[in-house]
């Protein structure tokens, strides 16, 4: 009779134990189904072929000053992680429609670090002679830089800024900015230093409704930090781009500060107006390192460094014909740091 007892004494722990990890692996999994469940909300679109790093770039037809950039060696650090962030001007299937806006997000782990790096559209590039076939006739191989999106999608973008500004990157995440106006309001909107002339547009901009901006801080809710961003009359294309960086960083910022429920219904808001080549997998993985990214540095920087002095009239466009190993190192410094 004694030995039964102790028997049974001896097997409670087995069973507490394994009621335990029957929960763990309930919950582990529970959070895996409703991870992929938030990850299947975006618009999966695989790229049609890999992106490789080029060769043979001596061989291209191009101006010295272009060619003097591309000798410079590509940085391809597995340290760092490079997506291409691209804000189109259309939801049209029938089109890729203009890149509006095209930065590259690189994530520095080592340093602890994102970077983000805006890419003027009417930069003059070297494009890579392979745009879609309904888009064959208009190909140019010479000309801005929003122009290989047109032509070629994501997939000409990426390889066109490879190319150009000697970074590897094969991700993309494109998205209309007015994906970002659900976001920003479950975020409860975004804190905007605005300039007097920022205000006063924004207070005679229908989609920002009865306002009062003036200058200094002010909270724009989703319409109104989508009506900046967007502003492009009170100055120039560096001030808009500028405008554009604020916004994203602000959305950061706030969702870093976010509680988990909050931060979840932003996340849930933003995915079905993304598309992207990045897998579930990855997607899972940065969101899982979400909380770690909480912690790294944020900081920005716009290209050309020249601004003005670079502009030139092409083909009666106004490109900007940039001092390519100048801007090539300032990338790849920043980046690495």
């Known amino acids: 009779m004694v030995a039964r007892h102790s028997s049974k004494r001896r097997r409670w722990p087995l069973i507490a134990f394994g009621v335990v990890l029957g929960l763990l692996l309930a919950v582990v999994l529970l959070g895996y189904v409703y991870l992929r469940s938030i990850v299947g909300l975006r618009d999966y679109?695989?790229?049609d072929d890999p992106i490789p790093i080029e060769t043979g770039l001596e061989q291209l037809d191009v101006p010295d000053h272009m060619r003097h950039g591309m000798q410079v060696p590509l940085v391809d650090d597995k340290g760092l992680t490079n997506i291409l962030i691209i804000g189109t001007d259309t939801r049209d299937p029938e089109s890729h429609g203009r890149?509006?806006?095209?930065?590259?997000?690189?994530?520095n782990d080592k340093t602890k670090s994102l970077h983000l790096?805006?890419?003027?559209?009417?930069?003059y590039v070297s494009i890579p002679n392979d745009p879609d076939p309904a888009f064959r006739d208009f190909y140019v191989p010479l000309f801005m830089l929003n122009a290989a999106h047109t032509w070629g999608g994501p997939r000409l973008l990426l390889k066109t800024v490879q190319r150009n500004f000697r970074v590897h990157v094969t991700r993309y995440m494109q998205t209309d900015f007015g994906g970002f106006q659900t976001a920003i309001d479950r975020v409860g909107g975004v804190d905007i230093v605005l300039t007097e002339a920022e205000a006063k547009i924004l207070n005679s901009h229908k989609e920002a409704g009865q306002a009062d901006f003036k200058v200094g801080k002010a909270l724009l809710n989703g319409k109104q930090a989508l009506a900046y961003a967007r502003i492009r009359k009170i100055d120039s294309d560096f001030n808009r781009m500028g405008r554009q960086r604020k916004v994203i960083l602000a959305l950061f910022d706030k969702m870093k500060s976010s509680d988990l429920t909050r931060l979840n219904d932003s996340v849930k808001a933003l995915m079905p107006c993304?598309?992207?080549n990045l897998t579930d997998q990855e997607m899972m993985q940065f969101i899982l390192k979400a909380p770690q990214y909480k912690g790294y540095s944020f900081d920005q920087l716009s290209l050309p460094l020249e601004t003005y002095e670079a502009m030139k009239y092409i083909y009666d466009l106004e490109m900007y014909d940039i001092d390519w190993v100048k801007n090539i190192n300032a990338l790849h410094t920043f980046?690495?740091?």
């Open 45 to 47: 679109e695989p790229i």
């Open 99 to 107: 890149a509006d806006a095209i930065m590259l997000l690189t994530i």
């Open 117 to 123: 790096s805006s890419l003027m559209r009417g930069i």
């Open 274 to 276: 993304v598309k992207t």
């Open 335 to 337: 980046m690495e740091s």
